[in-house]
Nanobody, 114 residues
Framework: VQLVESGGGLAQPGGSLRLSCTATAFTFSSYAMRWYRQAPGKGRELVAT????????NYADSVKGRFTISRDNAKNTVYLQMNSLKPEDTAIYYC????????WGQGTQVTVSS
């Protein structure tokens, strides 16, 4: 079982990035998918969730209206489109699969700085 995140990097304030998380070796479509982040010296924060069946989404207030989570079950991939980035969005971003079991990715660094 593996979750591999990609798409992190350096962005300017007001810019955009799209994170991807591709899953292998489990029934991706049966799992809710979540994005978390952890900034230096802070605890892990749940950023966005998408359910396995209806594809309903939820967001932290800090990212609502700027971030969009989506999934492509045919590609076993979940995305996080991040727009209007702010310096406080700087963190390591992790994807998480929650179902019969729970799986975590290794994280991808996002840095927002001018």
């Amino acid at each position: 079982v593996q979750l591999v995140e990609s798409g992190g990097g350096l962005a300017q304030p007001g810019g955009s990035l799209r994170l991807s998380c591709t899953a292998t070796a489990f029934t991706f479509s049966s799992y809710a998918m979540r994005w978390y982040r952890q900034a230096p010296g802070k605890g892990r924060e749940l950023v966005a969730t998408i359910t396995s069946t209806s594809g309903s989404t939820n967001y932290a207030d800090s990212v609502k209206g700027r971030f969009t989570i989506s999934r492509d079950n045919a590609k076993n991939t979940v995305y996080l489109q991040m727009n209007s980035l702010k310096p406080e969005d700087t963190a390591i971003y992790y994807c998480d699969a929650l179902g019969h079991y729970e799986y975590w990715g290794q994280g991808t660094q996002v840095t927002v700085s001018s």
